[in-house]
């Protein structure tokens, strides 16, 4: 039986079990993607991700994501919270900040205000949702179409679409019907005036195993840079989310363009061994 070095991180949160957990193997090189994607399905985590040696000279290290369906191209907590680990146990950056090689290219990440922040890779599907597939998410959710004020993609990677709606109450009381989805991302978000965030945010992801993202940085991450390029809000500013799954997730927005950072806190809620 074989061993690797296993952690559980806590990410885009303060309190303790209340942010979104990542589960990360360490030294993965040579473990089969069979044995990769059955892992993440006994985890029954968001994700679960694999440090492997980098395949990049500019990069300090690889990282391969999976759901419990899927492997992902990128994801924004495993991202923050692989590096969390990878750091805790002893890694050393080769430059002034961590580099990360994925699917989507590399994704720098950076110390920040006792939290770790990543650069939010470019969109690579943007604009309107299309009006017949809107009208499926809506009866989805159970919304009215004057419920909605926007809609748009916001895909960095791991297939985000975004609704916006201007009520938060009417935003934490959804429960939607995720069987209609066929597994599309959708991330719902709103206001919330008077708060410790500027904006509440849902995220939901049809088909599988965890159906609410407590914490999502991908979508956090599209959301932002969607909001700063229209003019509907000016960083520095968070977003709450996992309030409605009893959860206190908040995501940091910093920056903007080329240079727009999501960040949060990370923690280290196991540390252990898995053995293989």
């Not at 993965?28 to 029954?44: K, S, V, Y």
């Not at 002893?90 to 002034?96: A, E, I, L, M, Y």
């Not at 997730?249 to 990370?266: M, Q």
Request: net charge negative.
């Amino acid at each position: 039986m074989r061993a690797k070095r296993f952690t559980l991180v806590d990410v885009f949160s303060t309190e303790a079990f209340r942010g979104n957990p990542v589960a990360v193997v360490h030294d993965a090189g040579g473990m089969p993607e069979q044995d990769m994607q059955a892992l993440a399905r006994w985890t029954n985590l968001s994700e679960t991700c694999f440090l492997l040696p980098s395949d990049d000279p500019r990069a300090d290290y690889r990282l391969r994501i999976f759901s419990t369906l899927r492997e992902m191209p990128f994801a924004g907590h495993p991202t923050l919270g692989a590096a969390h680990a990878w750091l805790a146990a002893g890694g050393v950056p080769k430059g002034q900040q961590l580099v990360q090689s994925c699917a989507v290219g590399l994704v720098d990440v950076r110390a920040e205000h006792a939290q770790l922040a990543f650069r939010a890779p470019p969109l690579l599907r943007a604009g309107p949702v299309e009006e017949a597939l809107l009208a499926g998410i809506l009866g989805a959710f159970g919304l009215q179409r004057h419920e909605v004020q926007r809609a748009q993609w916001v895909d960095n990677g791991a297939g985000w679409l975004a609704l916006m709606l201007d009520d938060r109450q009417r935003l934490l009381g959804l429960a939607p019907d995720l069987s209609t989805l066929h597994g599309v991302p959708i991330g719902l978000f709103a206001p919330w005036p008077g708060g410790d965030a500027a904006f509440e945010v849902r995220a939901f992801i049809g088909g599988d195993a965890v159906p609410e993202d407590p914490a999502t940085g991908s979508l956090n991450a599209g959301l932002a840079r969607w909001l700063l390029e229209e003019g509907m809000a000016a960083a520095p500013f968070a977003m709450a989310q996992g309030t409605a799954i009893g959860r206190a997730g908040r995501i940091h927005v910093r920056g903007g363009g080329a240079d727009l950072w999501i960040g949060g806190a990370c923690v280290t809620r196991v540390d252990g061994q898995l053995a293989l």
